[in-house]
Protein backbone atom coordinates (compact mmCIF):
# COMPACT_ATOMS: atom_id res chain seq x y z
CA UNK A 1 0.00 0.00 0.00
CA UNK A 2 0.86 3.51 -0.24
CA UNK A 3 1.57 5.36 2.53
CA UNK A 4 -1.34 7.72 2.50
CA UNK A 5 -3.08 4.74 2.12
CA UNK A 6 -1.45 3.31 5.37
CA UNK A 7 -1.62 6.43 7.30
CA UNK A 8 -5.47 6.61 6.43
CA UNK A 9 -5.98 3.17 7.31
CA UNK A 10 -4.36 3.33 10.73
CA UNK A 11 -6.36 6.46 11.59
CA UNK A 12 -9.34 4.60 10.84
CA UNK A 13 -8.70 1.82 12.88
CA UNK A 14 -7.37 3.81 16.14
CA UNK A 15 -11.02 5.71 16.07
CA UNK A 16 -13.47 3.13 14.80
CA UNK A 17 -11.78 0.34 16.95
CA UNK A 18 -11.98 2.91 20.20
CA UNK A 19 -15.56 3.65 19.49
CA UNK A 20 -16.59 0.01 18.66
CA UNK A 21 -14.53 -1.11 22.36
CA UNK A 22 -16.59 2.28 24.20
CA UNK A 23 -19.61 0.68 22.74
CA UNK A 24 -18.95 -3.00 23.69
CA UNK A 25 -17.80 -2.23 27.39
CA UNK A 26 -19.84 0.22 28.72
CA UNK A 27 -23.15 0.01 29.08
CA UNK A 28 -25.62 2.18 26.32
CA UNK A 29 -27.22 5.29 28.12
CA UNK A 30 -28.67 8.63 27.67
CA UNK A 31 -29.86 11.78 28.56
CA UNK A 32 -32.77 10.24 29.81
CA UNK A 33 -31.37 7.05 31.86
CA UNK A 34 -31.67 8.50 35.42
CA UNK A 35 -35.25 9.06 34.66
CA UNK A 36 -35.71 5.43 33.65
CA UNK A 37 -37.40 2.84 36.19
CA UNK A 38 -34.75 1.08 38.98
CA UNK A 39 -36.05 -2.46 37.46
CA UNK A 40 -34.67 -1.36 33.88
CA UNK A 41 -31.33 -0.17 35.05
CA UNK A 42 -30.68 -2.93 37.22
CA UNK A 43 -32.00 -5.37 34.43
CA UNK A 44 -29.00 -3.54 31.97
CA UNK A 45 -26.44 -3.83 34.67
CA UNK A 46 -27.30 -7.52 35.63
CA UNK A 47 -27.46 -8.60 31.86
CA UNK A 48 -24.19 -6.24 30.92
CA UNK A 49 -21.44 -9.02 31.46
CA UNK A 50 -23.15 -11.50 29.22
CA UNK A 51 -23.78 -8.70 26.78
CA UNK A 52 -20.11 -7.88 26.95
CA UNK A 53 -19.22 -11.74 26.26
CA UNK A 54 -21.56 -11.96 23.40
CA UNK A 55 -20.35 -9.13 21.81
CA UNK A 56 -16.67 -10.58 21.94
CA UNK A 57 -18.02 -13.77 20.32
CA UNK A 58 -19.56 -12.03 17.68
CA UNK A 59 -15.92 -10.30 17.20
CA UNK A 60 -14.14 -14.09 17.03
CA UNK A 61 -16.91 -15.32 14.96
CA UNK A 62 -16.89 -12.48 12.51
CA UNK A 63 -13.04 -12.53 12.30
CA UNK A 64 -13.08 -16.66 11.36
CA UNK A 65 -15.82 -16.10 8.86
CA UNK A 66 -14.04 -13.00 6.84
CA UNK A 67 -10.45 -14.12 7.03
CA UNK A 68 -11.96 -17.48 5.78
CA UNK A 69 -12.96 -16.22 2.97
CA UNK A 70 -10.24 -14.00 2.27
CA UNK A 71 -12.06 -10.90 0.94
CA UNK A 72 -10.65 -7.35 2.23
CA UNK A 73 -13.81 -5.84 0.69
CA UNK A 74 -16.46 -7.86 2.35
CA UNK A 75 -14.17 -7.30 6.13
CA UNK A 76 -14.50 -3.41 5.46
CA UNK A 77 -18.14 -3.38 4.25
CA UNK A 78 -18.68 -5.33 7.53
CA UNK A 79 -17.48 -2.95 9.57
CA UNK A 80 -19.02 0.12 7.74
CA UNK A 81 -22.47 -1.96 8.38
CA UNK A 82 -21.72 -2.31 12.49
CA UNK A 83 -21.07 0.94 12.35
CA UNK A 84 -24.05 2.09 10.62
CA UNK A 85 -26.21 -0.18 13.32
CA UNK A 86 -24.16 2.17 15.89
CA UNK A 87 -25.13 4.81 14.58
CA UNK A 88 -28.60 4.25 14.47
CA UNK A 89 -28.77 2.46 17.88
CA UNK A 90 -27.74 5.87 19.51
CA UNK A 91 -29.55 7.96 16.98
CA UNK A 92 -33.20 6.27 17.71
CA UNK A 93 -31.90 5.87 21.70
CA UNK A 94 -31.42 9.99 21.89
CA UNK A 95 -35.22 10.20 20.57
CA UNK A 96 -36.66 7.36 22.89
CA UNK A 97 -38.85 8.51 25.50
CA UNK A 98 -37.81 6.88 28.94
CA UNK A 99 -39.74 3.54 28.40
CA UNK A 100 -37.43 2.41 25.89
CA UNK A 101 -35.46 -0.81 26.88
CA UNK A 102 -32.15 -0.33 27.47
CA UNK A 103 -31.01 -4.05 28.33
CA UNK A 104 -32.23 -4.64 24.51
CA UNK A 105 -31.02 -1.63 23.20
CA UNK A 106 -27.40 -2.15 25.11
CA UNK A 107 -26.91 -5.66 23.69
CA UNK A 108 -27.49 -4.31 20.01
CA UNK A 109 -24.82 -1.54 20.99
CA UNK A 110 -22.68 -4.61 22.31
CA UNK A 111 -23.36 -7.04 19.10
CA UNK A 112 -22.70 -4.34 16.65
CA UNK A 113 -19.49 -3.16 18.66
CA UNK A 114 -18.25 -6.97 18.51
CA UNK A 115 -18.89 -7.51 14.54
CA UNK A 116 -16.91 -3.69 13.95
CA UNK A 117 -14.14 -4.99 15.95
CA UNK A 118 -13.69 -8.81 14.19
CA UNK A 119 -14.45 -6.82 10.71
CA UNK A 120 -12.09 -4.27 11.26
CA UNK A 121 -9.24 -7.04 12.47
CA UNK A 122 -9.60 -9.30 9.44
CA UNK A 123 -9.40 -5.80 7.47
CA UNK A 124 -6.32 -4.10 9.28
CA UNK A 125 -4.15 -6.99 11.11
CA UNK A 126 -2.45 -8.06 8.11
CA UNK A 127 -0.60 -5.10 7.86
CA UNK A 128 1.80 -3.60 10.92
CA UNK A 129 0.79 0.03 11.30
CA UNK A 130 -3.18 -0.57 10.87
CA UNK A 131 -2.63 -3.78 13.46
CA UNK A 132 -0.81 -0.90 16.15
CA UNK A 133 -3.71 2.03 15.36
CA UNK A 134 -6.02 -1.25 16.07
CA UNK A 135 -4.24 -2.85 19.37
CA UNK A 136 -4.24 0.62 20.31
CA UNK A 137 -8.10 1.48 20.12
CA UNK A 138 -8.59 -1.29 21.88
CA UNK A 139 -6.64 -0.16 24.65
CA UNK A 140 -7.70 3.31 24.83
CA UNK A 141 -11.35 2.78 24.71
CA UNK A 142 -10.41 0.70 28.02
CA UNK A 143 -8.75 3.81 29.62
CA UNK A 144 -11.35 5.73 28.38
CA UNK A 145 -13.66 3.53 30.23
CA UNK A 146 -12.18 3.58 33.37
CA UNK A 147 -12.48 7.82 33.25
CA UNK A 148 -15.89 7.12 32.72
CA UNK A 149 -17.03 3.67 35.33
CA UNK A 150 -19.90 2.17 34.88
CA UNK A 151 -22.76 3.72 36.59
CA UNK A 152 -24.38 2.01 39.61
CA UNK A 153 -27.53 2.17 41.81
CA UNK A 154 -27.29 3.82 44.38
CA UNK A 155 -30.46 4.81 47.12
CA UNK A 156 -32.60 3.47 45.10
CA UNK A 157 -36.00 3.70 46.85
CA UNK A 158 -34.70 5.06 49.86
CA UNK A 159 -37.03 7.85 50.10
CA UNK A 160 -39.82 5.70 48.21
CA UNK A 161 -39.21 7.85 44.94
CA UNK A 162 -36.75 5.14 43.25
CA UNK A 163 -34.22 8.31 42.86
CA UNK A 164 -31.34 6.02 41.98
CA UNK A 165 -27.49 7.60 41.26
CA UNK A 166 -27.33 6.78 37.49
CA UNK A 167 -25.16 9.35 35.86
CA UNK A 168 -25.40 9.89 32.38
CA UNK A 169 -22.29 9.83 30.23
CA UNK A 170 -22.97 9.23 26.62
CA UNK A 171 -20.22 7.30 25.61
CA UNK A 172 -19.31 6.84 22.97
CA UNK A 173 -20.31 10.16 21.85
CA UNK A 174 -22.11 10.74 18.73
CA UNK A 175 -20.12 12.80 16.88
CA UNK A 176 -17.62 10.20 17.59
CA UNK A 177 -19.68 7.62 16.10
CA UNK A 178 -20.20 9.74 13.01
CA UNK A 179 -16.65 10.63 12.79
CA UNK A 180 -15.56 6.43 12.59
CA UNK A 181 -18.72 6.06 10.32
CA UNK A 182 -17.43 8.67 7.91
CA UNK A 183 -13.78 6.89 8.23
CA UNK A 184 -14.78 3.51 7.38
CA UNK A 185 -16.19 4.81 4.64
CA UNK A 186 -13.85 6.42 2.72
CA UNK A 187 -11.67 2.94 3.78
CA UNK A 188 -14.90 0.65 2.18
CA UNK A 189 -14.28 2.85 -1.10
CA UNK A 190 -10.82 2.77 -1.63
CA UNK A 191 -10.21 -0.70 -0.89
CA UNK A 192 -13.53 -1.81 -3.49
CA UNK A 193 -11.29 -3.20 -6.10
CA UNK A 194 -8.51 -4.97 -3.67
CA UNK A 195 -7.63 -8.77 -4.73
CA UNK A 196 -8.08 -11.18 -1.96
CA UNK A 197 -5.03 -11.81 -0.43
CA UNK A 198 -5.61 -15.89 -0.43
CA UNK A 199 -7.63 -18.19 -2.21
CA UNK A 200 -11.16 -18.34 -0.55
CA UNK A 201 -11.26 -21.47 1.99
CA UNK A 202 -14.06 -23.99 1.95
CA UNK A 203 -13.09 -25.31 5.15
CA UNK A 204 -14.05 -23.05 8.33
CA UNK A 205 -11.62 -23.45 11.16
CA UNK A 206 -13.75 -24.43 14.11
CA UNK A 207 -10.81 -23.99 16.55
CA UNK A 208 -11.03 -20.42 17.24
CA UNK A 209 -14.64 -20.56 17.53
CA UNK A 210 -14.59 -23.51 20.64
CA UNK A 211 -11.96 -21.69 22.12
CA UNK A 212 -13.67 -18.34 22.16
CA UNK A 213 -16.58 -19.65 23.11
CA UNK A 214 -15.53 -21.84 26.08
CA UNK A 215 -13.53 -18.82 27.31
CA UNK A 216 -16.14 -16.61 27.20
CA UNK A 217 -18.74 -18.53 28.78
CA UNK A 218 -16.46 -20.10 31.67
CA UNK A 219 -15.05 -16.31 32.08
CA UNK A 220 -18.42 -14.94 32.74
CA UNK A 221 -19.85 -17.67 34.79
CA UNK A 222 -16.76 -17.33 37.41
CA UNK A 223 -16.90 -13.47 36.97
CA UNK A 224 -20.76 -13.56 38.00
CA UNK A 225 -20.23 -16.32 41.25
CA UNK A 226 -17.81 -14.27 42.80
CA UNK A 227 -19.66 -11.40 42.52
CA UNK A 228 -22.11 -13.03 44.50
CA UNK A 229 -19.86 -15.61 46.72
CA UNK A 230 -16.72 -14.06 47.32
CA UNK A 231 -16.43 -15.04 51.01
CA UNK A 232 -15.89 -18.56 50.26
CA UNK A 233 -12.26 -20.05 50.16
CA UNK A 234 -13.69 -22.61 47.91
CA UNK A 235 -15.04 -20.99 45.66
CA UNK A 236 -12.07 -18.31 44.84
CA UNK A 237 -9.63 -21.28 44.29
CA UNK A 238 -12.68 -23.20 42.06
CA UNK A 239 -12.39 -19.88 40.19
CA UNK A 240 -8.95 -19.64 40.06
CA UNK A 241 -8.68 -23.45 38.98
CA UNK A 242 -11.44 -23.03 36.32
CA UNK A 243 -9.94 -19.74 34.91
CA UNK A 244 -6.69 -21.29 34.42
CA UNK A 245 -7.95 -24.45 32.90
CA UNK A 246 -10.31 -22.48 30.62
CA UNK A 247 -7.28 -20.19 29.06
CA UNK A 248 -4.88 -23.54 28.94
CA UNK A 249 -7.32 -25.49 26.89
CA UNK A 250 -8.03 -22.53 24.69
CA UNK A 251 -4.50 -22.13 24.28
CA UNK A 252 -4.11 -25.76 23.32
CA UNK A 253 -7.18 -25.87 21.08
CA UNK A 254 -5.33 -22.76 18.72
CA UNK A 255 -2.43 -23.92 16.30
CA UNK A 256 1.16 -24.05 16.76
CA UNK A 257 1.83 -21.44 19.70
CA UNK A 258 -0.74 -18.60 18.66
CA UNK A 259 -2.57 -19.66 22.43
CA UNK A 260 0.43 -18.17 24.18
CA UNK A 261 -0.80 -14.60 23.74
CA UNK A 262 -4.31 -16.17 25.30
CA UNK A 263 -2.04 -17.30 28.50
CA UNK A 264 -0.79 -13.59 28.87
CA UNK A 265 -3.56 -11.79 28.63
CA UNK A 266 -5.35 -14.01 30.49
CA UNK A 267 -3.06 -13.28 33.20
CA UNK A 268 -2.77 -9.71 32.64
CA UNK A 269 -6.82 -8.84 32.69
CA UNK A 270 -6.74 -10.64 36.09
CA UNK A 271 -4.24 -8.21 38.05
CA UNK A 272 -5.76 -5.37 35.61
CA UNK A 273 -8.64 -6.28 36.86
CA UNK A 274 -7.00 -5.68 40.76
CA UNK A 275 -4.70 -3.15 40.16
CA UNK A 276 -6.75 -0.74 38.00
CA UNK A 277 -8.33 1.92 39.19
CA UNK A 278 -11.70 2.28 39.83
CA UNK A 279 -11.75 5.70 38.37
CA UNK A 280 -8.60 7.35 36.52
CA UNK A 281 -8.84 11.21 36.11
CA UNK A 282 -8.75 12.53 32.53
CA UNK A 283 -5.96 14.31 32.17
CA UNK A 284 -4.15 10.54 32.90
CA UNK A 285 -5.85 9.37 29.72
CA UNK A 286 -3.16 10.63 27.10
CA UNK A 287 -0.26 9.50 29.61
CA UNK A 288 -1.25 6.39 29.86
CA UNK A 289 -1.54 5.68 26.08
CA UNK A 290 1.51 7.65 25.88
CA UNK A 291 3.11 4.94 28.15
CA UNK A 292 1.10 1.79 26.12
CA UNK A 293 2.46 2.90 23.04
CA UNK A 294 5.71 2.55 24.06
CA UNK A 295 5.35 -0.62 25.68
CA UNK A 296 3.67 -1.82 21.97
CA UNK A 297 6.76 -0.65 20.83
CA UNK A 298 9.12 -2.63 22.99
CA UNK A 299 6.89 -5.49 22.71
CA UNK A 300 7.43 -5.62 18.74
CA UNK A 301 11.62 -6.00 19.73
CA UNK A 302 12.01 -7.79 22.78
CA UNK A 303 9.06 -9.77 23.35
CA UNK A 304 8.92 -12.52 25.46
CA UNK A 305 5.77 -13.85 26.66
CA UNK A 306 7.07 -15.49 29.61
CA UNK A 307 8.96 -12.51 30.92
CA UNK A 308 5.65 -10.80 30.55
CA UNK A 309 4.02 -12.97 32.65
CA UNK A 310 6.51 -12.72 35.43
CA UNK A 311 6.61 -8.99 35.36
CA UNK A 312 2.94 -9.25 35.49
CA UNK A 313 3.10 -11.71 38.44
CA UNK A 314 5.22 -8.84 40.21
CA UNK A 315 2.64 -6.47 39.75
CA UNK A 316 -0.13 -8.69 41.46
CA UNK A 317 1.62 -9.18 44.13
CA UNK A 318 2.88 -5.32 45.19
CA UNK A 319 -0.86 -5.02 44.12
CA UNK A 320 -1.60 -7.09 47.36
CA UNK A 321 1.03 -5.78 49.41
CA UNK A 322 -0.38 -1.92 48.80
CA UNK A 323 -3.95 -3.15 49.44
CA UNK A 324 -4.34 -1.08 52.23
CA UNK A 325 -2.04 1.91 51.48
CA UNK A 326 -4.04 5.24 50.00
CA UNK A 327 -0.84 6.44 48.97
CA UNK A 328 -1.92 8.34 45.58
CA UNK A 329 1.95 7.78 44.02
CA UNK A 330 1.17 3.94 44.98
CA UNK A 331 -2.04 4.12 42.49
CA UNK A 332 -0.61 6.63 39.38
CA UNK A 333 2.54 3.99 39.97
CA UNK A 334 0.62 1.24 39.46
CA UNK A 335 -1.57 2.24 36.57
CA UNK A 336 1.61 3.17 34.57
CA UNK A 337 3.03 0.08 35.17
CA UNK A 338 0.26 -1.79 33.75
CA UNK A 339 -0.42 0.86 30.80
CA UNK A 340 3.16 -0.48 29.69
CA UNK A 341 2.70 -4.52 30.10
CA UNK A 342 -0.44 -4.19 28.71
CA UNK A 343 1.06 -2.70 25.35
CA UNK A 344 4.02 -4.91 26.07
CA UNK A 345 1.87 -7.94 26.57
CA UNK A 346 -0.23 -7.56 23.33
CA UNK A 347 2.80 -7.27 21.25
CA UNK A 348 4.97 -9.56 23.33
CA UNK A 349 3.64 -13.23 21.51
CA UNK A 350 2.53 -12.89 17.66
CA UNK A 351 0.01 -15.23 17.39
CA UNK A 352 -0.29 -16.04 13.22
CA UNK A 353 -4.05 -16.23 12.46
CA UNK A 354 -5.97 -12.74 12.55
CA UNK A 355 -8.79 -14.61 14.30
CA UNK A 356 -6.18 -15.66 17.04
CA UNK A 357 -5.11 -12.22 17.43
CA UNK A 358 -8.72 -11.33 17.93
CA UNK A 359 -9.82 -13.46 20.53
CA UNK A 360 -6.47 -12.71 22.48
CA UNK A 361 -6.91 -9.32 22.25
CA UNK A 362 -10.34 -8.93 23.12
CA UNK A 363 -10.02 -10.86 26.41
CA UNK A 364 -9.49 -7.32 27.94
CA UNK A 365 -13.14 -6.80 27.51
CA UNK A 366 -14.46 -9.95 29.76
CA UNK A 367 -15.30 -9.52 33.24
CA UNK A 368 -13.26 -11.95 35.17
CA UNK A 369 -13.46 -13.56 37.95
CA UNK A 370 -10.72 -11.55 39.89
CA UNK A 371 -13.36 -8.57 38.79
CA UNK A 372 -16.15 -10.60 40.25
CA UNK A 373 -14.66 -10.67 43.74
CA UNK A 374 -13.13 -6.91 43.31
CA UNK A 375 -17.06 -6.01 43.02
CA UNK A 376 -17.61 -8.61 46.01
CA UNK A 377 -15.04 -6.72 47.92
CA UNK A 378 -16.12 -3.32 47.45
CA UNK A 379 -19.87 -4.02 48.57
CA UNK A 380 -18.97 -5.90 51.79
CA UNK A 381 -20.23 -8.59 53.28
CA UNK A 382 -24.53 -8.38 54.65
CA UNK A 383 -25.29 -10.05 57.26
CA UNK A 384 -29.09 -9.62 58.95
CA UNK A 385 -29.19 -9.88 62.80
CA UNK A 386 -31.92 -10.13 64.28
CA UNK A 387 -32.89 -7.82 67.32
CA UNK A 388 -35.78 -7.37 70.15
CA UNK A 389 -37.41 -4.83 68.07
CA UNK A 390 -35.95 -4.87 64.61
CA UNK A 391 -33.61 -6.58 61.53
CA UNK A 392 -30.46 -5.15 61.40
CA UNK A 393 -28.29 -5.01 58.45
CA UNK A 394 -24.86 -4.81 58.95
CA UNK A 395 -21.83 -4.28 56.82
CA UNK A 396 -18.46 -6.85 57.27
CA UNK A 397 -15.31 -5.84 55.43
CA UNK A 398 -13.73 -7.85 53.44
CA UNK A 399 -9.93 -8.38 52.72
CA UNK A 400 -9.26 -6.19 50.18
CA UNK A 401 -5.94 -7.81 48.82
CA UNK A 402 -8.25 -10.60 48.41
CA UNK A 403 -8.48 -9.95 44.72
CA UNK A 404 -5.24 -9.28 44.08
CA UNK A 405 -3.83 -12.32 45.66
CA UNK A 406 -6.10 -14.46 43.74
CA UNK A 407 -4.64 -12.34 40.52
CA UNK A 408 -1.25 -13.20 41.33
CA UNK A 409 -2.63 -17.34 41.84
CA UNK A 410 -4.31 -17.11 38.31
CA UNK A 411 -1.11 -15.48 36.61
CA UNK A 412 1.55 -18.36 38.65
CA UNK A 413 -1.25 -20.69 36.53
CA UNK A 414 -1.07 -18.77 33.28
CA UNK A 415 3.00 -19.66 33.78
CA UNK A 416 2.91 -23.19 34.26
CA UNK A 417 0.09 -22.91 31.21
CA UNK A 418 2.59 -21.66 28.85
CA UNK A 419 5.45 -23.63 30.03
CA UNK A 420 3.49 -26.62 29.45
CA UNK A 421 2.23 -25.37 25.73
CA UNK A 422 5.83 -24.70 24.73
CA UNK A 423 6.82 -28.07 25.96
CA UNK A 424 3.65 -29.38 24.09
CA UNK A 425 4.59 -27.62 20.55
CA UNK A 426 8.36 -27.60 20.43
CA UNK A 427 8.49 -26.64 17.14
CA UNK A 428 6.78 -23.49 15.57
CA UNK A 429 3.63 -22.69 13.50
CA UNK A 430 4.49 -24.19 9.70
CA UNK A 431 3.19 -23.25 6.59
CA UNK A 432 1.15 -26.38 6.84
CA UNK A 433 -0.38 -25.80 9.80
CA UNK A 434 -1.77 -22.80 8.34
CA UNK A 435 -3.20 -24.21 5.49
CA UNK A 436 -4.56 -26.96 7.77
CA UNK A 437 -6.52 -24.08 9.71
CA UNK A 438 -8.23 -22.57 6.30
CA UNK A 439 -6.59 -19.19 7.62
CA UNK A 440 -3.71 -16.96 5.81
CA UNK A 441 -0.57 -16.51 7.19
CA UNK A 442 -0.52 -13.13 8.33
CA UNK A 443 2.33 -10.85 9.78
CA UNK A 444 2.29 -9.94 13.59
CA UNK A 445 2.34 -5.55 14.63
CA UNK A 446 5.82 -4.97 14.38
CA UNK A 447 7.07 -7.47 11.27
CA UNK A 448 9.78 -6.11 9.51
CA UNK A 449 7.97 -7.97 6.36
CA UNK A 450 4.75 -6.30 7.26
CA UNK A 451 2.89 -2.67 5.94
Not at 135 to 144: F, R
Not at 209 to 225: N, P, Q
Not at 230 to 241: E, I, K, N, T, Y
Not at 286 to 294: D, K, L, N, R
Amino acid sequence: MRPYQVATETITALVATTVAGLSLAMPIDFGWTSNTSALQLDLMAYTLPRAIGAGVLVAMISAVLITTLGSIVIAWSTALGGLLALTVNHIFGHESPPVGALSTMNFIDALAGGLVLGALGAAVLHHRLPAYGWTLGVITSVLLGSVSPIPHLGGVLKDGSGDSAWEAMDMPPLWMLETALVLVAIGTLSNRNRKPAERPSIELPLAPILAGVVLVLVTVASAEWLSRHGDSFAGVGLAVLTTVATALIAAMLLPGRDGELVLVIVGLAAVGSSALAAELPAWTIPVAVAITVFGMWYGTRRGAPMTCLVLILLLGLFTAMTADSDWAVLTVGGTAVLAWLTGYGLTSANPRFVPNRVLATLIVFIPSAVLGLRDYVARGHYAMQDSSRAVVCTVVSEDTSAPAWTASLIVIGCIVGLYALRRNRSGATTEAEASAAGTPVTEPPGSAAAG
